[in-house]
């Protein structure tokens, strides 16, 4: 696919790719986008989207190139967008501006974009080509991707344990398991996530705030995103048998929290940044698929979650989740400390859930693997 | 400490390390040795130490060298032996031949030697030095070293397990977690263990053969270990209960086994190569210490485990497992499956034995890590 596309385009879409990234923590539910303007060789224009009703990156890039882009190629990383939202479509700012031709890494599955974007700029004779570096432009934006595309939010199972796959002792003490290192890394998860999923039990038995906390973000998150410009991802609570109390620690922090579950419930000695979410189970699905479906409907595109091995379990079981990352610490806790997920349905090794092995790391003392589903057991 | 050394120093012990590994699979009891000769910078005889019984690297590198050994340099990864065993000693042969330089990549720990090969060298006027790799050539004998600075094997405890460190389903199927390239794998690694340790429950819930089949050995070790050479690796079995019978496959093929236990054995209806180890647990050491030190003294050098959980946990508890190797197939198995390791006394979490990250790498769709013990949990 990228053989049409010469070195010289590849540098700059990685460019793109590079500004796109400095959306990474802050544009949901938008997906991650960023635009450079080449004329002559030169980079003429550099913009990136940074947040939802703010600039998209093909204006922001627009401006900085002023006249300069009359002639100009552009490099974006996503298909600019047809449809007039909070902002009027990219293609027909491209256009205006006199852009000669637009090098997109990916067509936008956005069903308000899909082809449509290009189709604007083909009819008004701008030259343009899909597909140079869709991978890298495929993983900035797994959550947009997943949603537009499935109806889904792209759901990220986090699991500490020890060696042996435990993740607390027999009495429950799990603190900590891994190493300082590897829970700062967890904080630089969560901060990119749209919204960090646990449940009822979690919150009972850890009592967790379940917030970034911009001071324990890696430095290397740090220097990328200043403490101004911090989002507080949304904490979904699952609470189907309404446990969760005004008293836990969640609502100390005033940013939202969605407590789910299947009926109506009273707020009134909640806090106002706490919302009740009724999700019946859908005919066909489970309830957790059910709670996916309107949580992406919400505009949830992606969830960080951190939760015992009984919503893990199910999660896997049930086909949600698209990534396992696992923080592994150099430590033995034995047979009667807690496993890592319930999975009540599996008997024959046959049927056990498949993975594949997509990358590991080293933090510290603690090992970081990350693992995507082979096949979904559903 | 290397300091001392040129970068051609290295280059010929790097050399004799190589030529060492050739004896990697066969040298048990004995340590695997290399040795290079050199005379104006060029290599004038090559040796390695094969099996027990046979020529010493040294001397099969001066067979090589005949007069060109005169006023030559030996680079030999471990110390000149000084004594009169099944041969002469090296350093005195490295001496008759007018070797004026020997430079060991260790001293041997060897009791029988642990310098004296040096001085012997030192007062006949030929020049040495000590350290240059020696941390490879430490990994090249961890067996034998251990023995002889511990009067204990090198305990290497393999375990097979998912991602969340299952082992077996509830119902004990087992065959296989992993895949065939992992299991190729161990093949390999039971090729070099001078014994591969089990228990009679393994034996009677699994009735493994727990040999080396070379048809099954990875093509790299093939390579290097033809057929004709397998050294059958001695096959332990802890039985103090007396449960093993000759009708289970350990039996079909004619290498040794030793039945371990505290009292006397009637033999009578096993086939001649299997023999009785009576072992009493010892003043102020657990039995499986005290066993280990009598496999040491019965020159045992390193030892493969392949066995369940309670022989797992108690290696673990005691302090006697050297090396963790885990093989992670990319499965989950669930909670209700059986676990890697038991350790019964193990409450608090600040108590869990400590290991440290060695290596890793990628086998087909599985992964091997290997851990080293941080502190031992005595």
Not at 159 to 181: F, H, P, V
Request: net charge neutral; aromatic share 6%; glycine share 8%.
């Amino acid at each position: 696919m990228s053989s049409q596309f010469s070195e010289q385009d590849h540098y700059f879409m990685q460019t793109a790719l590079d500004l796109a990234e400095k959306g990474r923590f802050t544009t949901t539910p938008n997906p991650s986008v960023g635009c450079v303007l080449v004329k002559n060789g030169q980079i003429v224009g550099r913009g990136f989207h940074f947040k939802a009703g703010e600039l998209h990156a093909e204006v922001m890039a627009l401006r900085e190139a002023g006249e300069n882009a009359r002639g100009a190629t552009a490099y974006v990383t996503l298909e600019p967008c047809s449809h007039y939202g909070r902002t009027p479509p990219c293609a027909k700012g491209l256009i205006a501006a006199g852009v000669t031709k637009v090098i997109a890494a990916m067509q936008d599955p956005n069903p308000a974009v899909a082809g449509n974007g290009l189709k604007m700029l083909a009819e008004a004779g701008v030259e343009s080509a899909v597909g140079l570096l869709q991978e890298k432009a495929e993983s900035l934006n797994q959550g947009f991707l997943k949603r537009m595309r499935c109806g889904l939010p792209f759901v990220r199972l986090k699991m500490a344990m020890s060696l042996d796959g435990k993740t607390a002792m027999e009495n429950g003490e799990s603190q900590w398991i891994t190493g300082e290192a590897a829970r700062r890394d967890v904080q630089g998860e969560r901060a990119k996530a749209s919204a960090i999923l646990s449940t009822a039990q979690t919150v009972l038995a850890d009592d967790p705030l379940l917030t970034v906390r911009w001071t324990q973000l890696p430095a290397s998150v740090q220097q990328n995103y200043p403490l101004e410009n911090l989002r507080r991802p949304i904490r979904i609570i699952l609470d189907r048998r309404q446990l969760v109390r005004p008293e836990h620690k969640l609502f100390q922090e005033s940013s939202e929290v969605w407590l789910v579950g299947d009926r109506e419930r009273d707020l009134s000695a909640f806090p106002a940044f706490c919302r009740a979410i009724c999700v019946q189970t859908e005919a066909g699905k489970t309830y957790l698929q059910s709670m996916m479906a309107e949580l992406a409907k919400r505009q949830i595109n992606s969830i960080w979650v951190e939760a015992g091995k009984n919503l893990a379990g199910a999660l896997i079981e049930e086909g949600l989740a698209d990534e396992l990352i696992l923080y592994i610490a150099p430590k033995l806790l034995g047979d009667k400390a807690r496993g890592l997920c319930d999975l009540p349905h599996l008997t024959r090794l046959a049927d056990a859930p498949l993975w594949k092995f997509h990358r590991f790391c080293q933090i510290d003392t603690d090992i970081k693997m990350i693992y995507h589903p082979l096949k979904h057991n559903q």
